[in-house]
């Protein structure tokens, strides 16, 4: 290989390997304060046939036993929310319908996984990841926040003993307790990279010959 094709290798090394990727990384300590259902439609198997119809009810100490995706956790459970996540350049450059490009690795909130995301909003105190219309991951940055889990499921009909319950969406908050700030995730060095060290040493090459000539 020449001197000007080393040197070129060299330079183009030095350039991608500066090159920085959209990764974050999120390590937050949350405590849970509860899941709410809303929209709710319950039909009872009683004489009467009775019906409610409720704006809002919580997880928590329901009369029907209903459960939630967050049926596991207490209230005041410390949890954690981890995540490694790839958001979009351009958060407004639309793939699909519901796809900006943002991909999540290694995402959990409590038990729930978030690797599904296909959309996601970068923002100085908080973030945004979500999947299709129906599931959101919504969150603060900040110790006093909250993290919320939403989860849209128009009018699922659920079978229960005493009847059927259908709601159209349910949120799980979590208060954030202590943040690891998100870092950028380390870039790994392209394969170029191996021919720094001879590019290097083509232009100290290069220059030696030009002080001797």
Known sequence: MGYK???AAAVMAISVSQVEAAV???DIDLRYVGTTF???LIYVNNPAGDVFVIDQMGLEGNPFGIT???SG???GQTVKFTAEVHYADDPNDMIGQFDNGTRAYGCYLANASCNHITYGQQRENNFGLYYDDSIAFDGSLEVGGTISHSFWRPWKDEQYAWGRFW???ETAEFEVI???E???APVPLPATAALLPLGLAALAAIRKRRKAA
Do not use: F
Request: aromatic share 12%; glycine share 4%.
């Open 182 to 184: 998100p870092q950028p």
């Open 38 to 40: 809303r929209d709710v």
């Open 5 to 7: 094709a080393l040197a």
């Open 73 to 75: 956790l207490t209230y």
């Open 178 to 180: 202590s943040v690891n």
């Open 68 to 70: 939630g995706m967050h």
């Open 167 to 169: 709601t159209e969406w």
């Open 24 to 26: 974050v990384k999120y």
